[in-house]
Structures are given as C-alpha cells and as structure tokens.
C-alpha cells in the first residue's frame, strides 16, 4: 500500500512539459519542489500558462469524484461516489472531496479533473464531433475515464453505444482486456481480478495508449456503482451476486486502486517496487 502521507505525490513523467490539463505533471511539480520553491516559480512566471486557480487550495485541492452527464440515462447509480470516497479518504493518502462534481463533455471545466465517471445501461445519443474532440484532448493530456455498464447483462444498449462512441474518439486504439498484472491491479491493493455487483465479466476491459504504456479508458461491465451504492440509512441498495460482501470489499478496493492509477499513472511498474509485490503476491 501506499504511505499515509497527505502531501505527497509520486511522479508520472519526468522533465515533461506541463500543459492546460496535464494533471500528474503538476502533481510531480508540487511534489519535486519545496513549497517556497514552488510559489516562487509560480510567481516569477515559471509555469507560464499555468494559472493559479487551476491547482487550488482547501475544497478545490481535493479530488473529486467526477461523473459525465450525456444525453440518455446518465445516472443510474447517484449514491454511489459517497461511500466509494469516504473509502478513499480513510484508506489512502489521498483528501477527497464529500461533493459530486457533474460535467458535460462540453464543459469548461472538464479539463480541471483528472478523472471521470461514466455510467450507463441503455442507449444514449450519440456524442457530437466537438464532444468526441473534447473526450479525445482529455485522454490524451492525461485524463482517465472510468466506464461502467451497470445493467448486469451479456448484452446491453449501453455496451454496443459506448463501444460505439469510444471507436470514434480514438480509432487507432480499440478496447482490449486488461490483464491482471497491469498496474490497475497494484496501485494500492494487489488484486487479482475484477470485480462489482454482479460479476458479468470477471476482467476489466481497457484503451491503452502503447507509445506512452498508459491506459486513460478503463470498462467495467460488474456495475462498480452498484457495490458502491448505499441508501440514506446507510443500507447497501444492492445485493453483490454472486460473492456477496467478500466481492463488494473488493469492488470498494478495485475503485481505489483506478482512482489512485488515475493520479499516479504507471510509477508501481518501477523495478524497485517489484520485488516487494512479487514478495506479497506470494504469500497471498
């Protein structure tokens, strides 16, 4: 796991320049600088077009868990970031912010989140060429889109859509399963599989850009939102078919470890983590 540290962040690419959205260049800044250090970069104009609101202090330093709103049924799971995030904030190094933060593809804001939310089981209207400009700009500037199928089916509207849609925003890089050492699966808990609320595919499917090693489009069809949903008493909404509370935990631990790829990118894949997981996959 990671330390308990608040303030630290582990780089994502060295001697990179940092551009509007290019989110973990900005972290690796904070972190590689001390805090004078840093403001007087900032001050004396070393960032450039870097600008001051874009990095934040108090509510607007958290992460926020960030859905796409789109034109369809875009939130079947509208409770599920809360549990999910108080998860995060009291497992992690990672401050988490208690609000949803709900977006357009449209959206000036769009590129201020590093991570989004996407979820869905049934058809929706198609994205419009500036959308798909947009989705495709934030992938490729270091933004990491997490899809979820929530219907539990084989089969579903929302599968063949969104299949669809993601073919046209990035043509040159099709889905194709994630395997299980990827470092989706280590970024903070070792993990060995995907799992949801319903386990319709025991994998996560994914767009990995080759050139860079990255994955920015994650797909879950285990309804992710499903296990992570509670109702305002606090009762789990939906029971997790068919592992039961030993499969939710690991949807709670599988949604940390892509929040925290989403912000950390492939640093576990360094040699010198390796010997301390191969160590622990051992004695699992």
Known sequence: MLTKSKSTWVPWKR??????????????????????????????GGLGIVSLPLFGFGEASKFHFTQVIYRGQWDPRPRAFRRLMASLDSRTSVETSSERKT??????????????????KEGFEPFTEDEERRLRRFLKLGGTLLIDDVSGEES????????EELRKVLPESPFSRISSD???FKSF?????ASGRKIVKPYLEGITFTDEGRTPVIYSRNDLGGAWSEDEF??????CIPGG?????LAFRLGINIVLYALTG???EDQIHTPFIKRRQRNL
């Open 189 to 193: 808990y070792l993990l060995f599989s």
């Open 156 to 163: 579903s509207p929302f599968d063949s859509q969104i299949r």
């Open 245 to 249: 509370e030993a499969q939710r935990e």
């Open 15 to 44: 001697n990179a320049q940092i551009l509007p959205g290019d989110y973990k260049s900005m972290y690796y800044l904070i972190k590689m600088t001390t805090r004078r250090d840093f403001f007087k970069t900032l001050i004396g």
């Open 182 to 184: 990827h470092v989706i």
């Open 103 to 120: 977006l357009k593809i449209g959206d000036p804001d769009l590129f201020y989140y590093p991570f989004l939310y996407l979820a869905g």
């Open 266 to 268: 492939n640093y576990k």
């Open 234 to 239: 606090g009762k789990w909404q939906y029971e």
